[in-house]
């Protein structure tokens, strides 16, 4: 008896971090070349995805930063009107883990107000740079969170404990090998290499069943190489038909359901 959903014999989480400009307004906030990076996302990046994954028949999440609804909200409004989830991501990319207490719970406070000003209540989070602590959990909890996507443990989904106590939520699990951004961004890779990359880990995992987290960055894979490349994963990914393609919150309350 397998995990997934019948018909399915492996699960292909794919996810965009949708982070536009906003960790450049406070790293370099003088830098109009820096800042003009990001926004290559709504402008371009994104109308460019959400087409890819209208033909490809997917539905997926963006992780979203409060800085990128209150700057792009038209663009936040493409991606509902497209069917796919939003979910949070902190207010500027901060670092979490490297705030104050009280800078961490106003950042909080400020990335679901700018959430919910464009109809969202989030059901998960993704923590920028995966720097994720006590206080996070704590405030997914206080805030009525279903799930996380932070740790590194696991290829499956699974039901996140914290000092061996159950949290309630669920975590989808994520790994830096399976992030566009070191690879196109840091390393300068190009998409056949990132590609020699990706394919193998899908067919292992998918041989063996599991699931395969693939994080991407909107003005990082929507350059016009990168995501032909993307397309040709994902493509290939379904031509067998048994692969599940769920947005976060479908994979998280299927992992509910099967693990309480």
Known sequence: MGFWPKGYKSCFFLSFDYDASSAETWKTPDDLSSLSKGR?????????ILDLLDRLEIKTTFFTPGWTCDNHPDSLADILSHGH??????????KMTELSAEKEAEVWEKSMAALERVGVKPQ??????????????????RLGFKYSSNMMDE???????????PTGLVELPVEWLLDDWP????????????????KP????????????????????????SRIKMLERLVSEAKEGG???????????DWTRKKLK
């Open 40 to 48: 290559y996302a709504p402008r371009v990046a994104i109308p460019r």
């Open 85 to 94: 989830e939003v979910a949070a991501h902190s207010y500027a990319h901060e």
């Open 124 to 141: 998960g989070y993704r923590a920028p740079y995966w720097m994720f602590g006590e206080r996070s959990i704590n405030h997914m909890k």
């Open 155 to 165: 290829d499956m989904p699974y039901m996140l404990e914290h000092k061996g106590k």
């Open 183 to 198: 690879h196109f961004e840091m390393d300068r890779m190009g998409p056949e290499e990132v590609y020699k990359l990706w």
């Open 201 to 224: 880990e899908w067919e292992g995992l998918h041989g063996l069943g599991r699931c395969f987290g693939l994080t991407c960055h909107p003005e990082c894979i929507g350059r016009v």
């Open 242 to 252: 048994d692969v599940w393609f769920p947005m976060g919150k479908e994979l998280s």
